[in-house]
């Protein structure tokens, strides 16, 4: 081992899709299906086209030009992996980096997502991708742990911004527990609690192939960084102080919920993009324009809708803050960061507990920062 991690490699991912040859006791990956990195396994491209770069206990995927999906309800599965043959009860566990490579968007293409975490797979049709996930829309970012299962090549879930909202650049900790047929899913942001994001099942299972993957839309090249994976034998369960209790065992038709629902979604929607487009402008804001934006801005985070079944108000309360920090107005971001923090404890959603902490610990660290700033100058 000490050969490989001891110096830098930049390898070439093999062209050869990784050869499912489904034996009775389930996946395995062909001896000659790709080079080999110890510690982490072996990497699978099916496009030819991405590289892996290991350095010490950083590995980073560069991600090829074009496209790369793990789609199997929409028939792509080109995005590379680096897998490793796993049986029997097991944790698997890896850092995230943050500040995920989102592209400027040209007003003709208006959404991007890239995505990088653990990807467990027993074949095409049937995986579960947990992920740090940056996705935008009409200029509007969301940064948030992606947790989602594919079933016979159906979505059972799609993932939420507000299951588990993400500050973009820090790095986070991705851990899925294994047992009997059971997934845990657990997130953290370094250094933080656990929180749970909930459980999945993978049935009729024996042995799986884990390891780390991403998902990437835009046509450029981009990169994301992975650190200190950690498989374990050895199962011991993490204790979480927060879950979003989200359940993946059932298929939940998306395209066939109630109209009522999808057009409550759509409006929760256009009115977080109007919100974003009044801030970027904020700093040209009156004082009493910029407390109308932080109200409405509250009232909309703390809506809670059938379909979304969480709410977005850490992740509102992030981007809007930032918004006034980049503007030279900190102490509004402050007042951001606390008064969501407010609104959302009044709630009483055990789920929120870990975001309401977390916008504390930003208010406080940017009021540190101001101090420092304000002695610096006398």
């Known amino acids: 081992m000490d050969s490989i991690l001891s110096r830098s490699l930049f390898l070439p991912l093999c062209v050869a899709v990784l050869h499912f040859g489904f034996a009775d006791d389930g996946p395995k990956i062909a001896e000659d299906a790709s080079p080999l990195i110890e510690g982490w396994g072996q990497t699978i491209d099916p496009d030819g086209d991405s590289q892996v770069h290991l350095d010490g206990q950083c590995l980073t995927i560069g991600f090829g030009p074009g496209p790369h999906a793990l789609d199997a309800e929409g028939g792509r599965m080109n995005s590379p992996r680096v897998l490793q043959d796993l049986a029997g009860d097991f944790s698997i566990e890896v850092t995230v980096d943050g500040d995920l490579p989102l592209p400027v968007l040209d007003g003709v293409k208006t959404v991007a997502y890239i995505s990088g975490g653990l990807f467990l797979i027993q074949d095409d049709k049937n995986y579960i991708r947990f992920e740090r996930a940056s996705f935008t829309r009409n200029g509007t970012v969301w940064h948030y742990a992606n947790f989602e299962q ?47 994001l909930g459980i999945a099942r993978m049935r009729n299972r024996d042995r799986l192939l884990a390891g780390v993957s991403g998902v990437k839309t835009d046509p450029g090249r981009a990169e994301v960084k992975f650190r200190d994976l950690n498989v374990s034998e050895d199962l011991v369960a993490a204790k979480a102080k927060s879950s979003s209790e989200i359940d993946l065992n059932e298929i939940r038709q998306i395209i066939r919920t109630p109209q009522p629902e999808n057009v409550q979604w759509r409006s929760l ?110």
């Open 150 to 196: 594919r079933i016979d090549a159906k979505r059972t879930r799609m993932g939420l911004f507000a299951d588990f909202p993400l500050q973009p650049n820090i790095p986070v900790e991705l851990r899925l527990e294994v047992k009997g047929e059971s997934v845990r899913a657990l997130v953290r942001h370094v250094g933080d609690d656990w929180h749970e």
């Open 269 to 378: 929607i256009r009115e977080v993009e109007e919100l974003q487009t009044r801030a970027e402008s904020i700093g040209e804001l009156s004082q009493v324009e910029q407390t109308q934006l932080i109200n409405e801005a509250k009232r909309i985070g703390t809506m809670k809708t059938p379909r979304l079944n969480s709410y977005l108000g850490p992740s509102i309360a992030r981007r809007l803050a930032e918004r006034f920090s980049d503007a030279g107005l900190p102490e509004q971001a402050i007042r951001v960061y606390r008064e969501f923090a407010e609104s959302l404890e009044r709630l009483n959603e055990p789920g929120l507990r870990e975001s309401i902490r977390s916008l504390r610990e930003s208010a406080d660290q940017l009021e540190r920062q101001q101090t420092v700033n304000q002695s610096a100058q006398e």
